[in-house]
T-cell receptor, first 115, second 113 residues
Framework: AQSVTQLGSHVSVSEGALVLLRCNYS??????LFWYVQYPNQGLQLLLK??????LVKGINGFEAEFKKSETSFHLTKPSAHMSDAAEYFC?????????????FGRGTSLIVHP | DAGVTQSPTHLIKTRGQQVTLRCSPK?????VSWYQQALGQGPQFIFQ???????QRGNFPDRFSGHQFPNYSSELNVNALLLGDSALYLC????????????FGPGTRLTVT
């Protein structure tokens, strides 16, 4: 079984400040890891993913995440927050066994950006 | 290139009624998955369809059923609606060969009163 824990249901930052959203996972097999963003009244948009290879993954809108196997973490960062980054962020884990790739999502972290 | 589309956008139903939600996958995709997202929660997997067959199912009762058509579009049916079925229902499409990358539609907001 796999699971995802997102630390902090809300994260508040000032515009221009560093964004750090935390995600820890558990998986019995090597995981595929994802971050999605959801704007109000919209579906989920893939920000970035880790499958294999380089552990530092760059995504859209200046976000990046680093897969740390020893810490079972996949934290999302952005050097400088913009007002348009305010949204709900979901971390998800899936594994490649069986070929079904069904993701398990965390409960989400709401990013609030203050001017 | 059209992305994933869902209809309707919003829906209000009464307890005990039945509802059908529709999804058209992204062009070229052959696999459709459905998720339920309750308020303040992450999406929960309901089931996945490929080649018109249910490929995998999450922990949802039989009141939730689905269908995939030859053109890969899909329907989600929920019978005997409960208040707890109120949620955002998301459809995601993918390629079976690259199934881990799913593209989500905007969702259907279902309210059960």
């Amino acid at each position: 079984a796999q699971s995802v824990t997102q630390l902090g249901s809300h994260v508040s930052v000032s515009e221009g400040a560093l964004v750090l959203l935390r995600c820890n996972y558990s998986s019995s097999v090597p995981p595929y890891l994802f971050w999605y963003v959801q704007y109000p009244n919209q579906g989920l948009q893939l920000l970035l993913k880790y499958t294999t290879g380089a552990t530092l993954v760059k995504g859209i809108n200046g976000f990046e995440a680093e897969f740390k196997k020893s810490e079972t973490s996949f934290h999302l960062t952005k050097p400088s927050a913009h007002m348009s980054d305010a949204a709900e962020y979901f971390c998800a884990v899936t594994d490649a066994s069986g070929g079904s790739y069904i993701p398990t999502f965390g409960r989400g972290t709401s990013l609030i950006v203050h001017p | 290139d059209a992305g994933v589309t869902q209809s309707p956008t919003h829906l209000i139903k009464t307890r005990g009624q039945q509802v059908t939600l529709r999804c058209s996958p992204k062009s070229g995709h052959d696999t459709v998955s459905w998720y339920q997202q309750a308020l303040g929660q992450g999406p929960q997997f309901i089931f996945q369809y490929y080649e018109e067959e249910e490929r995998q199912r999450g922990n949802f009762p039989d009141r939730f059923s689905g269908h995939q058509f030859p053109n890969y579009s899909s329907e989600l049916n929920v019978n005997a609606l409960l208040l707890g079925d109120s949620a955002l229902y998301l459809c995601a499409s993918s390629l079976v060969s690259g199934n881990y990358e799913q593209y989500f539609g905007p969702g259907t907001r279902l309210t059960v009163t």
